[in-house]
Nanobody, 119 residues
Framework: QVQLAESGGGPVQAGGSLRLSCAAS????????MGWYRQVGNQRELVARI??????TYADSVKGRFAISRDNAKNTVYLQMNSLKPEDTAVYCC??????????????WGQGTLVTVSS
C-alpha cells in the first residue's frame, strides 16, 4: 500500500550535522501528520512532528538543534539535525498518517536509519 523510505543516517562526530529524509510512496491520497521517532533498545521516543499545515512539535531534548520540515508535493519529511551529541545516537524512524486512495486512514512506519554520534 504505502512505503516509507528513510535515508541520510550514518556516523558523525559530536557537534556535526546530518539531514534525514523520509519519502512516502504508494496509494496515497493525502498525508496528515508526519513525524520522526528514535529508538534505543526497547525505548522509543518522539523527536519531532509536523502537521500538513506546517505546525511543529519537538522533544525538549532536541529543541534549538533539530528542525523538521516537509515537502507535500514530494510526500517527504526531513529532519535537519545540528550540534549532534552522543546521546542522539539511535535508530531514527519516520511515520506518516496517510489517507489512502480508498479514503481509509492508516499510520505507516519506515524501517529506520541508524545515526551514530561519536565523542
Amino acid at each position: 500500500q504505502v512505503q516509507l523510505a528513510e535515508s541520510g543516517g550514518g556516523p558523525v562526530q559530536a557537534g556535526g550535522s546530518l539531514r534525514l529524509s523520509c519519502a512516502a510512496s504508494g496509494s496515497i491520497f493525502s498525508i496528515n501528520d508526519m513525524g520522526w521517532y528514535r529508538q534505543v533498545g526497547n525505548q522509543r521516543e518522539l523527536v519531532a512532528r509536523i502537521t500538513n499545515g506546517g505546525s511543529t512539535t519537538y522533544a525538549d531534548s532536541v529543541k534549538g538543534r533539530f528542525a523538521i520540515s516537509r515537502d507535500n508535493a514530494k510526500n517527504t519529511v526531513y529532519l535537519q539535525m545540528n550540534s549532534l551529541k552522543p546521546e542522539d545516537t539511535a535508530v531514527y524512524c519516520c511515520n506518516a498518517a496517510v489517507v489512502l486512495t480508498s479514503r481509509s486512514s492508516t499510520i505507516f512506519w519506515g524501517q529506520g536509519t541508524l545515526v551514530t554520534v561519536s565523542s
